[in-house]
């Protein structure tokens, strides 16, 4: 049985919310900027494609960089910091990037 992640364990249990307005804005500010990176770097990720591989790596940082500040913050929000920190480089991990950004 292998051991679960911050990100799974919240998942599974309901997750904590976060306890004040002050950790809520902090997780807000925090997951925009983690959301960011994550989604720049992840959605504009090296393409395997000569014709539109370029396209397409436009596109994923155009969108990345929309959408993934929107999911950042409320994550932020809604479970702070710490669980919005773990999920971005549990992403970066495992989609494109293998965790070579981080905004820490």
């Known amino acids: 049985m292998r051991e679960l992640s911050l990100i ?7 997750g904590a919310l976060v306890a004040t307005l002050g950790d809520a804005a902090e997780g807000a ?12 770097a992840v959605g504009g990720s090296a393409s395997r494609s000569a014709v539109f591989g ?7 940082l155009v969108f ?6 929107i999911v950042g ?3 932020g929000a809604l479970w702070g910091k710490d669980t919005v920190a773990a ?9 494109g ?8």
Do not use: H
């Not at 799974?8 to 309901?14: D, F, H, Q, Y």
């Not at 500010?29 to 720049?40: D, H, M, P, Q, R």
């Open 8 to 14: 799974e364990t919240e998942i599974v249990s309901g």
């Open 29 to 40: 500010v925090w997951g925009f900027f983690e959301g960011l990176a994550t989604g720049a």
């Open 54 to 60: 370029p396209i397409a790596q436009v596109v994923g």
């Open 64 to 69: 990345g960089s929309i959408v993934g500040p």
């Open 73 to 75: 913050t409320v994550m």
């Open 87 to 95: 999920y971005g480089a549990d992403f970066r991990q495992n989609y």
């Open 97 to 104: 990037t293998s965790g070579s950004v981080a905004l820490v």
